[in-house]
Every structure is written in C-alpha cells, then in structure tokens.
C-alpha cells in the first residue's frame, strides 16, 4: 500500500464528485446517515475557518482497451463530502446562532458575534463567505494499492476507533458548569482537574476511568442537587437532559454559594463514609446521600453525624434483605419503595423522586431523635422536605399546588395546644394558608 498525502479545496472534491470520479463503495460502506443539524453545523465549522479531520480515499487506476481510468474511491470522509455537496447545491440553509438557538445549541461567545451567513444557503451566501466555502482546503490522504482488500481493512480500522461518549462530548464543551463538572468529577491526566475525594474514595477508581462515568455522576448529581435547593424542581438525568443542562448553563459561576455547597456536601459525605468499612456507593446512592446531607447539615446540631455510617449501612442492609423477598407475594417495603426503582426508569425525575421521599423517610426514622440548632423553629429542613412531597406539593388547606419557595407546616393538633412536632402532625400549607395567617380566606 501506497499513501499520498495532499490538499484539495472544497471546490475540486465537489467538482470530482460531480464527474462521478468521487464515490463510495455501498459494498462496505453505509448510506448517508447524518442529521441536518449535523450537516448545518459542518458548514459552520467550514465557515468559521475550523480544520476538518482528514479525508481518505483509495486511487484506483483501471486499464480498459489500452486506456487508463483514474477514479476515487471513499474510504473515510463521506458524510463531509455528501453534507458539502448538499449545501452547494442549495439543499439546506445554515442556522441563523440567536434564532435557531434551541436547535443550534451554539456556546455564548458564538452568539454574541454577528453571523453574516446566519440563515443563508449556497445561492444568498456573501460573495466573500462563497469564496472561503470554495476555497477551503480539505486535507486528503490517497491509498493505492493492487489489493482492494487492503482498502476496505483501512475502513474497518479507521472505524473501529471508539468514538466519543455522551460525556467525553460534554467535556469539550465550552462554559462554566462544563468546567466545574472537571474541576470536581475530575480528570486526572490533566493537572488542573484532579477532582473531589468523594469520587476516588467512595465511588471507586480513578475519577478519569471508565471513559468520565465519575464525571458524568458527578453532573447528574450536582444537576439535581442544584435544581432541587433552587426551586425543589426534580429534573431527570437522561443523556439529552444532562446535554440541555450544560447548554443552559454555560454561564454556570463555579465560585458560587450553590457550587461551593455542593462541594461541601462532598467533603462531609467524604469525613463520614471514608472509613473502607464498606463497599463503593451506587450512583443512586450518591444521588440521595447528596441531598439528605445537604437538609442536615444547617437545621440540626451535629449529634447525627456520629451515627450516620452506622444508619446508612442499616437502610443498605434492609435493602438486600427485601430484594430476597421481592418474588414473593407480599415483597417488603423497601424493595416495592427503593430497590425496584433502582432498576427500571431510573434516570426519570419521577422515580428518582419516589425514591428520594422513601430514603429521606426511612434515614429520618433510623436517625431520630434529631435536635434542631435554633429552638424557635418547629420543623427543620429534612421534616419539610419529607412532608412536601409525601402531600404532593398540595396545600392542606385550598388544595392547590405549592410552590417550593411557598411552602410552610402546619401543625394539625395546634402546637400551642401541646400538638406534637412529627411528620403525622405536620401539613404542607402555603404562607398564605397558615393558620396563623389568612386562613379564612383559604378555606372560605
């Protein structure tokens, strides 16, 4: 085999394909098979003035009658060169940055620059824009050789390189949570991103193995434990959620109260469950350790956590003991509440929140009694949280949905009456449907 490397501007690749002298092989090669956006965002890139990856193509010389044919055969480049030859001829228009923002998904810094092709095709192109899409050169390597095997070996080889995960694409995104993901999850083989303990030591192997899963955790965690202190919103963590989410966020202050809180919930998590007296933790169990950490942490004194090992290791091992049970006719409560929940849908905002409301639940029982730091209030974070979402986010009183910032408890035997401070004592109430507000006007 035989290589030459060479360039090729668009213009003489479109000009080979037109002639018939560019084409692939359907015998091992796939059909086309990009999407629009893909197809638009390449011309983008070819605009912009970005480098394209190489192009490899297989010179075949055929002697027929005393004359000599010459033609070039793709190996690797065909849905560049389909995706250029479109746009020549006038198939698809390129987006438009700030109007086509939800389908585009381009970073901020690309936004806030004019974009004289926004919204264009081939024909309505600048004269300037046409030139450099012509112009542009393509890097091409050309193989020969007497063996058309070796060719179609070059293809496999060429595509048996893994191509990037859903997270090994986050990372090469621009933008401040995308940033503080790394700094965090970690990435080992850069200095810079070494990542929190939390993820070597609890959830196991280097925070940069396994091609970012530490990292992709790490996102999905600190998503629904950002959301959920903001607004009490449970968002899924399914991959195009977890993509949408870094979009949105590209101007994410990773210096912020909301980020350092999560890190400091990290490094409790770290101080208590770092003693190697049990195995590495599920992603599920991060999930919800994360957030029962953060509702202790402020409202209670500090007694909790000297049991809180030992009552975590007592949910995980009432876990395995309702799994046995869970082809019975009557499984236990932990298998029908958590466990199953683990296992199906599990990446869904609902399920996740069924399963939260039973671990904070079950983890508020083993733990009591649990002593508020300030004696005036009635019910601290953890009490609200389990009682909010065991009411459905619905006001005792009118019945309508509250919304997190909203919410209050009430007692149902008065408090001033002696009423007890317990989950079957509290309600979820709005402000303004607090007895010791409006409440005429609530129940009127």
């Known amino acids: 085999m035989e290589m030459d490397s060479t360039k090729h501007s668009v213009e003489e690749v479109l000009e080979l394909r037109r002639s018939n002298m560019l084409y692939v092989n359907s015998e091992y090669q796939r059909g086309p098979v990009w ?32 004359m000599q044919r010459e033609d070039l055969e793709i190996i690797d480049g065909q849905q560049r060169i389909n995706s250029l030859f479109e746009f020549k001829e006038g198939a698809f228009k390129l987006f438009d940055p700030v109007k086509d923002e939800k389908e585009a998904r381009f970073p901020n810094f690309i936004k806030a ?3 004289p092709w926004a919204g264009c095709n081939f024909d309505t192109l600048p004269a300037e824009h046409k030139t450099r899409f012509l112009k542009t050169d393509l890097f091409v390597v050309k193989i020969s050789t007497a063996n058309a095997h070796e060719a179609r070996d070059l293809f496999i080889r060429l595509q048996a390189g893994l191509p990037l995960n859903a997270q090994e694409k986050r990372d090469a995104w621009p933008g401040g949570f995308t940033e503080f993901v790394l700094k965090v999850g970690g990435k080992p083989e850069i200095v810079r991103y070494q990542g929190h303990d939390f993820f070597a030591e609890l959830i196991g192997g280097q925070a940069g193995s396994a091609r970012g899963k530490a990292r992709q955790l790490c996102a999905q965690m600190a998503m629904i434990f950002l959301e959920h202190r903001k607004n009490g919103h449970w968002p899924d963590i399914k991959t195009q959620t977890v993509d949408d989410y870094y979009y949105k966020n590209l101007d994410f202050d990773t210096s912020s109260g909301e980020a350092q809180r999560f890190v400091k919930v990290l490094d409790k998590l770290v101080e208590l469950l770092a003693d190697g007296m049990r195995r590495k933790l599920k992603g599920h169990e991060a999930i919800h350790l994360s957030l029962l950490i953060d509702s202790l942490m402020d409202d209670y004194t500090n007694s909790w956590q000297g049991r809180f090992a030992a009552t975590f290791d007592k949910f995980v091992d009432c876990v395995n003991r309702d799994k046995r049970t869970r082809y019975t006719q009557n499984p236990g409560e932990f298998w029908t509440n958590y466990d199953v929940h683990t296992r199906t849908s599990s990446a869904d905002a609902d399920t996740i929140r069924v399963r939260h409301n039973f671990f904070s639940k079950k983890m508020f029982e083993f733990l009591s009694p649990l002593t508020l730091l300030d004696s005036n209030r009635l019910f601290g974070q953890l009490e609200r949280e389990i009682i909010y979402y065991r009411d459905d986010k619905k006001c005792m009183f009118c019945k309508e949905d509250i919304p997190w910032n909203e919410l209050e408890i009430h007692h149902v035997s008065p408090h001033v009456q002696g009423g007890q401070t317990t989950l079957a004592n509290g309600r979820a109430v709005h402000q303004r449907c607090h007895p010791r507000g409006n409440v005429a006007s609530a129940r009127a």
């Open 113 to 115: 620059v004019p974009c």
């Open 35 to 66: 999407t629009p956006t893909q197809k638009r965002k390449l011309i983008d890139s070819v605009l912009r003035g970005y480098p394209l990856p190489l192009i490899y193509l297989h010179h075949i010389k055929t002697h027929v009658a005393g």
